[in-house]
């Protein structure tokens, strides 16, 4: 349902293999949570440009292709972290069609627009 491509102006991100209708799951997955104590050592590493924010100052490295999907100020998905399950679930933001990268606000609100630690490239791009 997904795929990985390359987006030109961004590097990799993930692409819709199908339509997705607002509020369906695209990606529920697993997270590797790191302790709030080795997060620091995490930041030194390329993981550190991939993980979530998690509970208690941990941090989370999902466990499919929601690590690597971009960020957008005007996403087309959000995600849920369930950090009871060790879960992160990436949710349609609005009906996405197939070919169309998948984005998501990396300041976990879909309209939430502080600004972030790169320059933002927000384009919309399609593997068509």
């Given at each position: 349902?997904?795929?990985?491509?390359?987006?030109?102006?961004?590097?990799?991100?993930?692409?819709?293999?199908?339509?997705?209708?607002?509020?369906?799951?695209?990606?529920?997955?697993?997270?590797?949570?790191?302790?709030?104590?080795?997060?620091?050592?995490?930041?030194?590493?390329?993981?550190?440009?991939?993980?979530?924010?998690?509970?208690?100052?941990?941090?989370?490295?999902?466990?499919?292709?929601?690590?690597?999907?971009?960020?957008?100020?005007?996403?087309?998905?959000?995600?849920?972290?369930?950090?009871a399950?060790?879960?992160?679930?990436?949710?349609?933001y609005?009906?996405?069609?197939?070919?169309?990268?998948?984005?998501?606000?990396?300041?976990?609100?879909?309209?939430?627009?502080?600004?972030?630690?790169?320059?933002?490239?927000?384009?919309?791009?399609?593997?068509?």
């Open positions: 349902m997904l795929i990985v491509g390359n987006t030109n102006l961004k590097g990799r991100g993930v692409f819709a293999q199908k339509h997705f209708f607002k509020g369906e799951i695209i990606e529920r997955v697993p997270v590797v949570v790191i302790p709030a104590e080795q997060v620091e050592f995490l930041d030194k590493t390329i993981l550190g440009n991939y993980y979530y924010d998690w509970e208690d100052k941990a941090a989370a490295i999902a466990l499919g292709l929601s690590s690597l999907i971009n960020h957008s100020y005007h996403p087309n998905s959000y995600y849920v972290k369930k950090f399950d060790q879960e992160l679930d990436l949710i349609a609005r009906d996405i069609e197939a070919g169309e990268e998948i984005t998501a606000n990396y300041n976990g609100s879909p309209d939430d627009k502080s600004p972030i630690w790169f320059d933002v490239v927000d384009e919309i791009f399609s593997l068509n």
